[in-house]
C-alpha cells in the first residue's frame, strides 16, 4: 500500500515516532523560550502577550468548569493538560505540510499514536477527578447515577482516538494519493485545505476532553445550585432581566 | 475472494455514511448560522457548540471510513 501500514508499526514506523519526539521537542523548547525572562502580572509585553494569548482559551475552559472556592486549584492543573493536548496535537497534524516524501507523515495519522493520545485524556480526566473529589468520588461517578456509565468511558477512548485517526489519516492519504497523480500544482491545494482539519481536529479533541473532565469533576451541590438557579428564574418573570 | 467483489462492498458503508452525515451537518450549520445571525452576541459560544455537534457527527462517518479501511485492507494484489 503506497501510505504504509496505519495501524502497526512497520518499516515506516519509525518516522512517526522520530516525529513525535520532534514535535515534543518542539513544544518543550517553544514553552521554555515563551516563559524566558521577566513574567508580570501587570500589563504583559513582548513574548508573554504571546504566551498569555495561547494558553488564554484553556484558562477560561477551567474557569467555566470551577467554582469560587477551588478556582486557583482547577485553572492551575486542568490549563496545562488541555493546553498540552492542543498544542501537541497541532504540531502534529502540521507533519503533513512538510515538503519532504517519507519525514511528511503526521503522528496522528496512526492509529496507535491516537490511541495513546486517547488513553492519556480519559485515564488524566479519571486521575484529575480523583485529585479534586478524592478516589471514592471519581470511582463513584462511574457508577452513579447510572451503574453503565464506565461503558461511557470505553467508548469515550475509542471516539476520540477514531476521529482524529480518521481525519489526519484520511487528510494524509489524500495528499499522498493526489501527490502520486498529478505532482504539480493540485497537492498546494490540498495542502491548503488540510490545514483546516488540522486545527479543527485539535481544537475538538481538546474541548471533548475538557466536556469529559467538566462532567468528571462536577460536584453534587454545584448542580443543585445550578438547578435551582435555572428553575428559578424560569419561574420569576423573565421581562425583569435583562 | 475476487478483489473486486471486495473494492466493491468496501464502497458502501463510506458512501452511507457520507450521505447520512452530510445531512446531519447540514442540519446542524444552518441551525447554527440562523442562531448566529439572530443572536450575534453569542456568536462565539455557539460556534464553539457547532464544532463540537459537528465533530460527534463526524465520528460516526469516521467510524464507517475505518470499517472500509478494514475491509479493502483484505484485498490482496
Not at chain 1, 475552559?61 to 486542568?78: C, F, L, N, Q, Y
Request: net charge positive; with cysteine.
Amino acid at each position: 500500500m503506497l501510505t504504509g501500514n496505519l495501524w502497526m508499526v512497520d518499516s515506516t514506523g519509525w518516522v512517526v515516532i522520530i516525529n513525535a519526539l520532534v514535535a515534543s521537542a518542539v513544544l518543550v523548547g517553544l514553552g521554555r523560550f515563551l516563559a524566558r525572562g521577566r513574567l508580570t502580572s501587570g500589563v504583559p509585553e513582548g513574548r508573554q502577550v504571546f504566551g498569555e494569548f495561547a494558553i488564554n482559551f484553556f484558562i477560561k475552559k477551567a474557569r467555566e468548569m470551577s467554582d469560587a472556592h477551588d478556582r486557583a486549584k482547577i485553572v492551575g492543573t486542568v490549563t496545562p493538560f488541555l493546553g498540552t493536548f492542543f498544542f501537541f496535537i497541532l504540531l502534529c497534524n502540521l507533519f503533513a505540510f512538510l515538503p519532504v516524501p517519507v519525514v511528511n507523515r503526521p503522528p496522528t495519522s496512526f492509529f496507535s499514536a491516537t490511541l495513546a493520545l486517547a488513553l492519556c485524556a480519559v485515564f488524566g480526566n479519571l486521575l484529575l477527578a480523583a485529585r479534586f473529589k478524592g478516589p471514592g468520588g471519581a470511582i463513584k461517578h462511574l457508577f452513579w447515577p447510572n451503574p453503565l456509565q464506565w461503558v461511557s468511558e470505553v467508548t469515550d477512548v475509542l471516539s476520540l482516538s477514531l476521529r482524529l485517526f480518521g481525519n489526519i489519516g484520511g487528510e494524509y492519504m489524500t495528499i499522498v494519493l493526489v501527490a502520486a497523480a498529478v505532482p504539480v500544482g493540485i497537492p498546494l491545494i490540498i495542502h491548503v485545505l488540510g490545514l483546516i482539519p488540522s486545527f479543527v481536529q485539535a481544537f475538538v479533541f481538546t474541548l471533548l476532553t475538557a466536556s469529559f473532565l467538566a462532567g468528571a469533576i462536577h460536584h453534587e451541590e454545584r448542580e443543585e445550585k445550578a438547578r435551582r438557579h435555572w428553575f428559578g428564574r424560569r419561574r420569576s418573570e423573565p421581562a425583569t432581566r435583562s | 475472494m475476487n478483489p473486486v467483489f471486495i473494492a466493491l462492498v468496501a464502497i458502501i458503508p463510506i458512501a452511507a455514511g457520507a450521505v447520512a452525515a452530510a445531512f446531519a451537518m447540514r442540519h446542524i450549520s444552518v441551525t447554527a448560522l440562523e442562531g448566529m445571525t439572530r443572536q450575534p452576541e453569542i456568536a462565539p459560544q455557539l460556534f464553539t457548540a457547532m464544532l463540537i455537534g459537528m465533530a460527534l457527527v463526524e465520528a460516526l462517518a469516521i467510524y464507517t471510513l475505518v470499517v472500509t479501511l478494514v475491509i479493502a485492507g483484505k484485498i490482496v494484489v
